[in-house]
Structures are given as C-alpha cells and as structure tokens.
C-alpha cells in the first residue's frame, strides 16, 4: 500500500531543485547588480577632469583599482 502525502504540493527532491534554481537567479541577479553599479562608478569618475582625480588622489589608470579594490588586491 503507498502512501500519499496530501499536505506537501511538491516532493523534497522538486522542492530542492526549485530552491536551487531560485537561488542560481537570486544569485545571477545580484552579480548583475553588482557589477552594474561598479561600471556606473567607474564611468563617473572617468568623466571626470584629471585634476579633479588628483584631487582624489587617482590617475586615470587606476579607477578601475579603485573602484574593484575591495574585491582584489592590487
């Protein structure tokens, strides 16, 4: 005799793989995010003057360092 679970609508193993593939999503997403708003600081400070980016303490070479310097160490 099998046994049915009526409560649960989906089995462990369907419910792992969409907890999977919602988390792949969530973490594509947030990657995209991510790298997004680095591009938009970096084209922020590339329009810049080069005086402006002495100021800062930056050559222009060095904004993409700058920008990614917490993910690499450079």
């Not at 999977?20 to 708003?37: C, D, K, P, Q, V």
Request: glycine fraction near 6%; avoid cysteine.
């Amino acid at each position: 005799m099998a046994l049915l679970n009526t409560d649960a609508p989906f089995s462990p193993s369907l419910r792992a793989r969409l907890d999977a593939f919602f988390a792949g999503i969530g973490m594509g997403l947030n990657a995209y995010m991510e790298s997004r708003s680095r591009m938009h600081e970096i084209n922020r400070l590339n329009a810049l003057s080069d005086a402006a980016l002495k100021a800062m303490g930056l050559k222009r070479e060095d904004i993409p360092r700058h920008v990614f310097r917490d993910l690499f160490y450079l």
